[in-house]
């Protein structure tokens, strides 16, 4: 827990995700954070010396050079080297937020929650997703889902090369569900393909959970646009998520007993020419309750440092934490295995 007033930051890593998290880091005096300084392996780079130069703040090439001791590192370096920069900062007491995912491996992954319970200090990983707006109102369908479906889809863009759509986009959904079911999947059967290669570009995952919840889970890097977008389905009704564009929409059953059955809401429906062809709504449409809900537009990167900052200081639990980004590592390998094996990992 941090008791000084100032906050001392730093990020490791100026690439893609590292100089968001410098220009976040840099605005939240008001806050109580200060960034002392950015670390980079290549610090005669443009990119990051630009960051650097428009936020004012130093640029080495270790840690050890900063000019103050960091109370709190963002991590975004690449992932396999997450455990040799975070493990050491964590057993030493300083707070870390790691890119997702949380490491290369489950065994590298346990290293940094080991280090960050003798270090007392907070291990954040970053699956943003969590923190987008959208996310804040998946409680309102107040029933266990028993079915999720997700898609994720998006062009190439020729980053994170060295890891394939699973590791680079579908942990984020891997994590959402995992959070929403609250369990521990009890099978996974995936089918991966590779398109631009070397590793796979789409991928789907058929997730089953203790409860019966199932999730139906696919991600792609090879679309040609983006989507981001997640279903819950519950006996009551279902919540409609769509991330890239920040909408959510509610909708509702009737009551059990309302006093039509399905035969007869259908021939109801072709006695009154309803249809979409007719431009009219069907006695179903009629049944539904249909809500927009609404958002804030914060955004997620900035709500997701706040979230570590308040934890730091002992005014919030974790999230995100060191043991949830495990968990979703854990079930991200057991789609890869799946994918590799053609068999169900259970």
Not at 86 to 114: F, M, N, Q, Y
Not at 200 to 222: K, M, Q
Not at 229 to 243: E, I, M, N, T
Request: with cysteine; hydrophobic share 40%; glycine share 10%.
């Amino acid at each position: 827990m941090i008791q000084s007033p100032t906050l001392r930051a730093a990020v490791v890593g100026v690439g893609a995700f590292g100089r968001h998290h410098a220009r976040i880091l840099s605005e939240m005096a008001s806050q109580g954070v200060r960034l002392v300084g950015l670390v980079d392996s290549e610090p005669d780079g443009a990119g990051p010396r630009s960051v650097a130069r428009d936020l004012g703040v130093p640029l080495v090439s270790s840690l050890a050079q900063l000019p103050q001791a960091p109370d709190l590192v963002s991590v975004a370096v690449p992932t396999n080297a997450h455990r040799q920069v975070a493990e050491p900062l964590l057993a030493r007491g300083v707070h870390c937020l790691v890119e997702k995912p949380i490491a290369g491996s489950t065994r590298d992954a346990r290293a940094l929650v080991s280090a960050a319970e003798r270090g007392g200090a907070h291990l954040q990983v970053g699956l943003v997703e969590r923190f987008n707006p959208v996310m804040a109102v998946a409680g309102r369908l107040q029933e266990a889902p028993r079915y999720i479906e997700v898609h994720r889809l998006a062009p190439h863009t020729g980053r994170a090369t060295d890891v394939g759509v699973v590791m680079d986009l579908m942990i984020h959904d891997l994590d959402l569900v995992n959070h929403l079911v609250g369990e521990e999947a009890v099978s996974v059967e995936a089918v991966g393909v590779t398109v631009v290669g070397p590793c796979e570009d789409v991928a789907n995952a058929r997730i089953t959970y203790p409860s019966g919840c199932v999730a139906n889970v696919t991600a792609s890097r090879a679309a040609e646009r983006p989507v981001r977008r997640l279903r819950l389905f519950s006996p009551g009704g279902y919540l409609s998520l769509d991330y890239g564009n920040r909408e959510a929409r509610l909708v509702r059953t009737p009551a059990p007993g309302w006093g039509e059955s399905v035969a007869g809401l259908a021939a109801r429906a072709v006695g009154l020419g309803g249809g979409r062809a007719s431009g009219r709504p069907t006695p179903f449409e009629e049944a539904l309750s249909t809500e927009r809900l609404v958002l804030d537009d914060r955004e997620p990167l900035r709500a997701e440092i706040e979230a570590l900052v308040r934890t730091a200081r002992g005014d919030a639990s974790p999230h995100a934490s060191g043991v949830e980004g495990l968990r979703a590592l854990a079930l991200a390998e057991r789609v890869l295995g799946s994918i590799q094996s053609g068999r169900s990992h259970n």
